[in-house]
């Protein structure tokens, strides 16, 4: 009784210490994304060089003034590949957050708000994908189809929608029982309305929460099925790839290898914080009566 | 202080502020108060006076976000000074605290006696049975005297009983000041009696401070010998609860006490406390009530008010008590011997009737009959009260009446249509059934879309009734009216609305389709106090102008009085008792009706 408010307020110290952290950490995601973004929209205007120019004299070479962070196997300038390479980065895992909730959103809103046997079917498929090796089915069809980046992509949203699936079920099911739904349904409102024009707005807040999870999972899965040679085609610049073709000049030029990891890293870390951040927010704003 | 006895706790010039993202927002303002040994003192205070931060700051049980400057003065240590490793000290064994909700202070995974023995204070060398004997005392202390009620988990008890689980708990170390903070709100009317008359007795006999914190003054009457009034983060008026129920001091208790609606008789028109509770920090530097004072003048608004002696222990912070006193007093006389309002007996057309409904949930381990076997029916512009504890099947009632349950017999013609099954009827006398009867739900925080405007909540109930979309702006506006909102809250959304207003909202909806019958679930036990007559108030008046007719669900008897014509009383699924509203408060047949009868009349007999 009285003892657990002890833990508990120390549960609420560490919390508050966060919170007062969070802010601050916050920024520099912020400000990682926005450079990342920089460098989608600005590539040919913000690198030094072609990402595909190859100076076959200057191989393998640490970091100069000419090549900042030196040159890789074939001698192409490693930082204008990183910044072309964000292009990869976000367009990909973008489209697969995105598209993984949208799968997700019909699917989830319908089941958690009809439920009954629309219920069973979609959640039975539901089961059904985890069942499945996701990222080696994707890995398997694509290195045999060679479909390449936009198929990759596609397995991705599908493997993703499942778990979104879940998600947005889970909120639809919370708020289905709240006055305001049966309010709506004595009126006499068409359930399609309800549906699309007020559960989707009420679950909106967590799904651009988890848009972000998903957003810096999938980066780390795309990358990590670039690394694996499947995906990007050679030559395009991405973050996984050069990974994969520079951990061989680890000795030569370290950086070549170390700063496309690090560009994952941060740029996935930056947009897990932020999510995490969104979820902290909403949840409070929900919460938060008068 | 006048008194002998010698002080137990002295709070001084407590602040409390939440440090909110951005700008701090004071939540209390300069609190002092004190508790002598043996004594119970009140805070009384409506949601968002600071009641229950108070009592936390106190032991320092603020949540993040929240601190508090001031002296908290216990024996001679300023708890607020104090470390987290002291205050733990104190915590149970000098100070303890009993929360408003049984269902969530226990561990649920614990037996009730675990509860206890874990809090009873280690002693060496007893024995394990010495220990049982000592829980199973303190068990029965509290009004538990079946020994296997230790071996039950919390979920096995009724809400009261858990109560008292959670009370002895508090207990087992012995404390000198015990805090409860509403510990009987979330009971049942006859439950919560019996709880208050425990809590009160066993602080008698122990000769224990208290600090009794609720939202209701019949009840802070019963149990305290003294009460602070708070209002919106200050404190208004303080004084032996005895002298301050005959004669309040203060504009704000004043009006608290007479907008708690009486049980006994009927009012013709129900007092209001226009307005709703501001916030403390726009209130700061004035009267915290002058917004809504009748006898505001320039001078409460130029500076907070301090509080000020008036005679023996009666301190209040109105500055124009002296000359608002006699018209303050006559106010309250007035309204102690208001005429009855003599109900009119209904002889209308049949709008509504039920016959032989029943309803049964089929849970995992058993079956619950929630409704079983009954029959009413509800005249053209007549007001129905549905009364019952909570678990009684009144709500399921009023749900399947609006198609939002599926009773399993029975039938339900509403209007001349079989209303029984909801899913069976043509999508057009689907239609035509819920322009008749609409609902009224309980809780205003929930039952509004948060992230819909008002006006587009609204206008979106008037297009079902195929109103066109150059009409709606304007009808919009007339139905903000009927309500008593002005036009501009059209464009608002509801996190910017107080309950009271967003009650309002709700009945405007409802009221969009044209309906003829209204089922009102508990409309008024989420407002507080002082906004819950005008909302009564405003049911009142739309039953004059637009011949509504009411079913009334509530607990509260008071309510059913002054809103119903007649009455069914429900206990356990069935109808125990019904008639005219005067004729079942006034001369009840049945033992239950009795009971709670009897459980309201004691307040004022302790």
Known sequence: ?290 | MTDGRATLLDVENLHIVAQGNGTPRTIVNRLDLCVRRGETVGIVGESGSGKSLSARAIIKLLPPGVSATGKVYFGDIDLLQATERQVQGLRGRHISMVFQDPFTTLNPLKRCGEHITEMLLPVNGVPSSARRAEMLRRLAEVGISEPEAAERYPFQLSGGMRQRVALAASLAKDPELLIADEPSSALDVTTEAEVLKLIRSIQKARGMGMIFITHNLTTAFAVCDRIYVLYAGSLVETGPSKSLLEEPLHPYSLGLLLSDPPVDRRLAKLPTIEGSVPRADQVRDQCPFAPRCRWRAPECVAGAPPLVNLEGERWSACIRVREIRAEMARLAAQARRDEKSIEQPVNSQCILEVTHLSKTFHLRSHDVHAVKDVSFQIGENESVGLVGESGSGKTTIGRCLVGLEQADGGTIRISGIDASDYNRLSTEERQRLRRTIQIVFQDPYSSLDPWQTIGSCLSEALALVDMPPSERKQQVESLLKRVGLPPEYANRRPLALSGGERQRVAIARALAVRPRVLVCDEPVSALDVSVQAQVLELFRQLHAELGLSYLFITHDLAVVRQMADRVYVMYKGEFVEQGPVAAVLDHPQHPYTQRLIASLEEYRNW
């Not at chain 1, 068409?190 to 007020?198: E, G, N, V, Y």
Request: hydrophobic letters at 55%; glycine letters at 8%; zero cysteines.
């Open chain 1, 1 to 290: 009784m009285s003892v657990q408010p002890l833990t508990l307020r120390q549960n609420f110290v560490a919390v508050t210490q966060l919170r007062r952290r969070l802010p601050f950490l916050i920024w520099i995601a912020l400000a990682v994304i926005f450079f990342v973004l920089l460098a989608v929209l600005f590539a040919e205007q913000l690198a030094p060089l072609s990402p595909n120019t190859q100076d076959l004299i200057l191989r393998a070479k640490p970091p100069s003034a000419e090549h900042l962070l030196g040159t890789d196997q074939l001698g192409r300038d490693i930082l204008s590949r990183l910044i072309f390479g964000a292009r990869a980065a976000v367009i990909g895992p973008l489209l697969v957050a995105v598209g993984g909730f949208t799968i997700g959103i019909i699917l989830g809103l319908s089941a958690g708000y009809l439920g009954g046997n629309t219920d069973s079917l979609i959640m039975r498929w539901v089961d059904l994908m985890y069942s499945l090796p996701g990222l080696l089915v994707t890995l398997v069809i694509v290195g045999i189809v060679g479909g390449g980046y936009p198929l990759a992509v596609l397995l991705l949203i599908i493997y993703f929608s499942p778990a979104d699936t879940r998600i947005v079920r889970a909120e639809a099911l919370k708020q289905r029982v709240l006055p305001y739904v049966e309010a709506l349904r004595t009126l006499g409102i068409p359930r399609r309305q309800i549906i699309f024009r007020h559960l989707i707005v009420n679950v909106m807040p967590i799904i651009v929460s988890y848009i972000f999870l998903d957003f810096a999972f999938a980066l780390v899965t795309l990358s990590a099925l670039a690394y694996l040679g499947v995906g990007v085609p050679p030559g395009v610049p991405d973050w996984g790839r050069m990974l994969f073709e520079n951990q061989t000049l680890i000795f030569a030029n370290p950086w070549a290898a170390i700063t496309p990891g690090i560009a994952i890293v941060v740029t996935a870390a930056s947009m897990n914080l932020i999510g995490n951040w969104l979820f902290e927010v909403f949840a409070h704003r929900t919460e938060v009566r008068m």
